[in-house]
Structures are given as structure tokens and as C-alpha cells.
């Protein structure tokens, strides 16, 4: 029994002093670095991959910023647009609105012609209580122009009797100069035919005669 024992302590020993049994840990400690240096470099080899996701990413961002900023430019300008658009339909309509008359009122400036001739060319001496029809005629003239005056004023139709004033091209037609005693040079001395103006604007100009230097 003894002899059995010792035999079996002998075979352990020899088994644990066995080379196999020391160069286990080296292999294990080789294929714990293996390990360790190959998810090194994966993880190496992923850095690039990395850096170049995040350099496409990069890229797309600013072609997306550079689109924003084009669409935004757009959408202002398209805007502006709009709102100008918007301005000069609204400027139309106005204008529709103060000058859809012109061409009615040109035609009744010649009314008012006739009117303001028809009273000139009665004679005032004339024009007496002696002569009834007659003052009837005249006074009837009289109100019917000073009624039509009315009338254009409602509707912005203003006259332009510019005797004495300074000749202004934009209202005055000039149909000659001529040298005029008592008349400053560049001034309107006489007034062939009376101007309009409709809202501020010469609907027909006055027909004057200008006075110059002698």
C-alpha cells in the first residue's frame, strides 16, 4: 500500500514538471496578446473608415448649407418680387381710379369752352334790365359755367389761368414770344386758352403768350 502511494506521488510530480505543462501558460500569454494586438487593429483599421464617413458627412452638410442659402436667396427675392408686383397693381388701380375719367373730361373741356366764349362775347353794356331776354340768356351762361367749374373741382378737375405767372413748360404752351411793357421777361402775358389739371396731373395745357426782353 506504501509502494502505491509513492508510486502515485512520483507520477505527479513528474507530470507537473512536464515541458507540455510549462509552456501552457507561454501559449496562452502569446494567444491573449494575439488577441489583444488583433482588436487592435481592427480598431485601427476602423479609424479610417471612420474618417472618411465623417469627411462624406462633412461634404453633404455643406452642400446642404450652400442649398439652404441658395433657396433662401430665392425665397427673398421671390418675395420682393411680390411685394413690388403687389405695389404697382395697387398703383394701377389707383390711378385707374383718378385718371378713368380723362378722356370724359377732355371732351367736356370743350363745353366749357364754348360756355366761357359765350359769355365773353356778350356785351356787359348790354346787359341791362332794359334787355331782359338777353340778361336772362347771359345770367343762365353764367351759372351753367360756374356750375361745370363746380363739377370738374369734385372730380379733381382744377383750371389753369396762369396770366402773370412764370412760364412753366409742364403746364404752359407756348405759342409765341414777344416783348410785353410792364411784363418781366419769362412770364405769362397773355392767355390764348385756359389749361386743366386732373388730380395734379396737365390734362390740357394753357395756350399762352410769353413776354420777352425787348
Known amino acids: 500500500m506504501a509502494s502505491w502511494c509513492v508510486r502515485s506521488v512520483r507520477q505527479s510530480y513528474s507530470l507537473l514538471a512536464s515541458p507540455a505543462l510549462k509552456r501552457a501558460p507561454l501559449r496562452l500569454l502569446c494567444t491573449a496578446t494575439q488577441q489583444k494586438n488583433g482588436s487592435g487593429s481592427e480598431e485601427e483599421a476602423e479609424k479610417p473608415e471612420q474618417n472618411a464617413a ?8 455643406g ?4 442649398q439652404l442659402k441658395e433657396m433662401t436667396e430665392k425665397y ?4 420682393a418680387d411680390t411685394e413690388n ?7 394701377m388701380v389707383e390711378d385707374a381710379k383718378l385718371y378713368g375719367i380723362q378722356s370724359f373730361c377732355k371732351d367736356l373741356l370743350e363745353v366749357a369752352d364754348i360756355l366761357e366764349k359765350a359769355t ?10 332794359q334787355n331782359p331776354h338777353l340778361k336772362n ?11 361745370i367749374q363746380k363739377v370738374f373741382t369734385k372730380y379733381g378737375l382744377v383750371k389753369l389761368n396762369p396770366e402773370g405767372q412764370k412760364f412753366d413748360p409742364y403746364e ?27 388730380h395734379g396731373r396737365t390734362l390740357r395745357p394753357a395756350l399762352v403768350g ?3 426782353a425787348p
Open 54 to 61: 465623417e469627411k462624406v458627412l462633412a461634404e453633404e452638410k
Open 63 to 66: 452642400k446642404l448649407e450652400e
Open 76 to 79: 427673398k427675392r421671390a418675395l
Open 85 to 91: 408686383l403687389r405695389n404697382r397693381s395697387q398703383r
Open 120 to 129: 365773353e362775347s356778350v356785351p356787359k353794356e348790354e346787359v341791362t334790365s
Open 137 to 147: 340768356l347771359y345770367d343762365g351762361l353764367v351759372m351753367t359755367e360756374v356750375q
Open 172 to 198: 404752359h404752351e407756348a405759342l409765341f414770344h414777344a416783348p410785353v411793357e410792364g411784363k418781366e421777361p419769362g412770364t405769362v402775358a397773355v392767355v390764348t386758352k385756359v389749361g386743366y389739371k386732373l
Open 210 to 212: 410769353v413776354a420777352k
